[in-house]
């Protein structure tokens, strides 16, 4: 099947397959594990509106999230950014921006769902996340639930 054509993205792999399913991989480069970095939230903004136009299209049915390392799904933010996200002058930005595109992922008129890596030894928990979290807080969650086997099955809107 032909490719959409789609952003250039360092963080994420994205291809439709014969069923038009998406299958969205992040792989953080140079790194064991992948990491939220602005970088990464900036680059699946544009993989977002490029799904948006792929949905309305009747071209993309479904996106599947997978990751791209052996060691898990998702660590969380990209602490190396925690010392410049401290500056009230960027964090309230980065925090809107970052829940805005959470929403419009989950606003998507198709199933979006994300396989996190489950060790055989542990069991799928439910688990609901507020949207009300600070960024950080909600990614370390986020990070301690996958890396424990837990399934993050609804993200909560903020109140």
Not at 101 to 110: D, H
């Amino acid at each position: 099947m032909a490719q959409p054509s789609l952003p250039k993205t360092k963080h994420w792999r994205f291809e439709i397959d014969a069923e038009r399913l998406g299958w969205l991989t992040i792989d953080t480069p140079k790194s064991s594990v992948n990491t939220l970095s602005r970088e990464t939230i900036a680059e699946l903004e544009k993989l977002v509106a490029r799904f948006e136009e792929l949905v309305a299209t009747s071209e993309l049915v479904g996106v599947i999230l997978l990751s791209g390392k052996e060691s898990g799904f998702i660590a969380g933010a990209d602490i190396s950014e925690f010392d410049a996200m401290a500056d009230f002058a960027i964090l309230p930005e980065a925090l809107r921006r970052t829940h805005e595109l959470f929403t419009r992922i989950e606003k998507l008129k198709v199933p979006v769902v994300a396989e996190p890596c489950v060790s055989p030894l542990t069991k799928p928990v439910a688990v609901k996340v507020s949207a009300g979290l600070g960024l950080p807080t909600v990614f370390v969650l986020l990070s301690a639930l996958i890396v424990r086997g837990a399934r993050v099955i609804e993200r909560v809107p903020a109140a």
